[in-house]
């Protein structure tokens, strides 16, 4: 049984479709502070606090848990720069409460969601996972302070841990049955997508003076049931006794902000405003993937939405049809 912490989020939500449509028995545990009731389709959404460590331990035992995918945080940049403290205490003190909970259950599986955020501003290429960390802002910072701690849990307890650095998850599900819905939301394509749909006026463009090509931003934008794929691969590693491992996940194909523009254009055959603004601070030029360790630990890995259209295809469905 695997215990989806903050699985009623964008990306825990897609995990648990993935799950229950490959019949993998899963519980879904999460405060709905972030999250959607209706993002559940016929499974329980167990509504309680990761920083309850003595219920998340009896929940462990009593469901059998044998692998935790740890999706809680709070995750948007700006606020974290705000407040930082809430950053500390909800993505560190409360995941060490979900720790001391698995060690409690005995429960030495688990798939951590970390981020490229990780790594702050590499000027590399393609960004492999053995760059340095130098986070610049304190929600990255939480990030690797926790996969530092997941080391050390691991030579405690034995506790073994698989940290997927995730770059721009995006789109959604190919039914658009449930999707990506952040408030505020501060995604790219969703952003976009707003505008092409009429609910926003404009769409911005931070930074046109970039060293790329276009001058605009370049990110790699992996697709969400990709990414809950690799959580199920994640799991199934650990269970097999792989080691304590961290990969990089994306697809290492980068898109600029203009690029992602002109194919929601497309996609939705919609004209909209863009306005061009100044660069934000912490913006770094170019992040893409060198995802060549997840493919070689994983290699039944299949990514079947890599493609642009498909990425923004689905989360335009979603965005016509959203019902959260
Ligand atoms: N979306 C991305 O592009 C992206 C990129 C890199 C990393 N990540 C990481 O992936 C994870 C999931 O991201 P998301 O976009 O699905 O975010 P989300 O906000 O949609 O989901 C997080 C879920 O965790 C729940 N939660 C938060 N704190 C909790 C707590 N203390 N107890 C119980 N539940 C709690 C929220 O209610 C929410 O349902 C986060 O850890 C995020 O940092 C996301």
Redesign the pocket.
């Given at each position: 049984m695997i215990l989806l912490?903050?699985?009623?989020?964008?990306?825990?939500?897609h995990t648990a479709l993935y799950l229950a449509e490959k019949g993998v028995p899963f519980a879904v545990?999460?405060?709905?502070?972030?999250?959607?009731r209706e993002s559940a389709l016929g499974w329980e959404i167990i509504e309680?606090?990761?920083?309850d460590a003595q219920r998340l331990a009896a929940l462990m035992r009593d469901l059998k848990v044998d692998a935790v995918i740890?999706?809680?945080?709070?995750?948007l940049v700006g606020e974290s720069m705000r407040f930082p403290g809430m950053y500390y205490e909800?993505?560190v003190a409360?995941g060490i409460s979900l720790l001391r909970a698995m060690v409690e259950a005995k429960v030495q599986n688990l798939v951590f969601?970390?981020?490229?955020?990780v790594y702050g501003e590499p000027s590399a290429e393609f960004i492999g996972e053995s760059l340095p960390h130098n986070p610049v802002n304190p929600?990255g910072e939480t990030?690797r302070i926790f996969e530092n701690m997941l080391d050390w849990f691991d030579r405690a307890y034995g506790l073994r841990s698989v940290r997927l650095?995730?770059?721009?998850?995006?789109g959604a599900d190919e039914k658009a049955r449930i999707g990506?819905?952040?408030d505020p939301e501060t995604?790219l394509i969703p952003l976009v997508l707003k505008a092409a749909s009429g609910e926003r006026k404009s769409v911005s463009i931070f930074g046109t003076d970039y060293p790329t090509p276009d001058g605009t931003c370049i990110r790699d934008y992996v697709h969400v049931t990709d990414l809950a794929q690799a959580h199920l691969a994640a799991c199934e590693y650990l269970r097999e006794g792989g080691r304590t491992a961290a990969f990089n996940l994306g697809y290492g194909r980068g898109y600029s902000v203009r690029e992602i523009i002109d194919a929601c254009r497309k996609v939705s055959g919609r004209e909209f405003a863009v306005e061009e603004a100044p660069r934000r601070p912490g913006d770094p030029p170019r992040l893409v993937a060198d995802n060549r360790s997840i493919r070689t630990a994983l290699p039944d890995l299949e990514f079947r939405f890599d493609d642009l259209g498909k990425i923004i295809g689905t989360a335009w469905e979603w965005e016509k049809n959203r019902r959260f």
């Open positions: 912490a903050g699985g009623a989020g964008y990306i825990g939500s545990y999460d405060n709905l502070s972030r999250g959607h309680g606090d990761i920083g740890h999706f809680c945080a709070y995750a909800n993505n409360n969601s970390s981020s490229c955020a929600y990030k650095r995730y770059f721009n998850a995006a990506e819905s952040h995604h």
